[in-house]
Every structure is written in C-alpha cells, then in structure tokens.
C-alpha cells in the first residue's frame, strides 16, 4: 500500500485538524513532539505521511501531487485558484473576508469611487471588486497587518480576514461590506481522488460523522 500524504497549512488551522483525525483514529506521534525540527511526519501503521507547509502552499502541493490531501482555509483556496477538489467544510477557523476601512470610506464605496485597496488576497479582492460590484479599484497587495494600510493613508479600505473583529475596533475600522463567508476545508489532488477512492472516500465518510 503506498503512502497517502496530507498537507496541512501550519499554525492555528494544523493544530485543529489533528484533533479532528484523532477523533476518527488517526494519529501521529511524532508530530505531538513540540521541539521537533523534522518537516514530515509518518504513521507507518496506516501508511499516512502529514506535513505542514505556509497555507498559500498548501493549494500548490495538492495540485501537482505532491500531497493527496490538503487541509487548508477558504481564502487560500480561493486566493490560488488550484485545480483540485475541494470536499468538506471542516466547520472550524470560521471567519468572513470583508472590506473593511473607517466609517468615512462607506460613500467612496457607494459612490464607486476609485479607491485603493490594500489586501493580503488581491485575486479575492479583484474578483470582488470587478466582477461582482464592477467598480474599478486600484489594489494593493500587502502581507500582513493590512489594517495599517488606512490608518497611515496608504488606502483608502481593505480587504482582510474579519474573526472576531477585535483587530478593527481597535484601530477604528469598521465592517463595510462583506465579501464571503470561510471556514477550513478539506482538498484532494483531483488524480488521487480516482487512484485511491477508497481509502480518502472512508476518510471523509468518517470526517462527516464527527464534524
Ligand atoms: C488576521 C486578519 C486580521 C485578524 C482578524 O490576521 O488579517 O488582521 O486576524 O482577527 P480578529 O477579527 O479576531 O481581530 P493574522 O493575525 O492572521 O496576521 P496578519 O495580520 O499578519 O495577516
């Protein structure tokens, strides 16, 4: 039996998951160890193999095969744009993407003014802007702490990730426009989900009972 490799994209989303396959019996010790420097972890009894890997990668080793699964975010998915299936909304890492930026910027966007947008997701941000609102903006990509961008005048919103809305309030923004709804999602390369049918279909059979 060869080995089905999952990808998982680090930090809150990672932890999370492997919660979720223990609740379903699989398990990696080896990944528990938090002092561990090694890459990838293997569970030689169910012929698994999980790596973690930054979350905008996690679209790209699942396209190509390098990973048969993937756990990863909505917005990455939708950012990458892959071609892979995506299967099952895990339900957890629940969040909005939004445009967000001070209460005076409400009329620049009902008056489709152009503005800049400053945002981690300029494809999500585009999609939005031009396809679904047609008004044409100039976007700004940016790679973190995207609520500076109004703040010091380098745009005028932004399209970032909203949780529980403690980073806006704290710096004066507010929700303007909701763009969509993301949670964490399951994804499998679309040759692998033919190839091992079986073993993935019983994975996320399982999966859906629990979650
Ligand atoms: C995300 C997002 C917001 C914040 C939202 O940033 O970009 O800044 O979390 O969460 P809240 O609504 O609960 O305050 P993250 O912490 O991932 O880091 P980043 O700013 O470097 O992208």
């Known amino acids: 039996m060869r080995y089905l ?3 998982l ?3 809150r989303l990672a932890k999370k998951s492997m919660e979720l396959f223990k609740q379903i019996g699989i ?11 090694k890459l990838i972890f293997v569970n030689e009894e169910l012929k698994l193999k999980f790596f973690l890997a930054k979350a905008p990668d996690v679209p790209t080793y699942v396209e190509y095969g390098a990973a048969d699964v993937g756990i990863v975010g909505k917005d990455t998915i939708l950012e990458e744009g892959r ?3 995506e299967v099952l909304d895990l ?3 629940k969040c909005r993407m939004c445009v967000c930026g001070p209460e005076s910027a409400r009329g620049l966007l009902q008056h489709q003014e152009l503005i800049r947008v400053a945002t981690k997701y300029p494809h999500i941000a585009k999609d939005y802007f031009y396809n679904q609102k047609y008004q044409t903006v100039e976007i700004i990509k940016l790679n973190g702490s995207i609520e ?10 932004i399209v970032d990730i909203v949780e529980t809305g403690s980073t806006l309030k704290e710096n004066g923004l507010k929700v ?4 969509c709804p993301l ?12 190839m091992e049918n079986e073993r993935i279909g019983k994975i996320i059979s399982e999966l859906k009972k629990v979650i």
């Open 183 to 194: 949670s964490a999602r399951m994804v499998v390369n679309q040759v692998s989900m033919k």
């Open 27 to 37: 398990t990696c010790e080896e990944m528990q160890d938090p002092a561990t420097r």
């Open 5 to 7: 490799t999952f990808a």
């Open 9 to 11: 994209a680090k930090g």
């Open 176 to 179: 303007l426009e909701e763009v």
């Open 148 to 157: 500076l961008a109004p703040i010091v005048g380098l745009s005028e919103v």
């Open 83 to 85: 071609r892979m299936y």
């Open 91 to 93: 339900g957890y890492g």
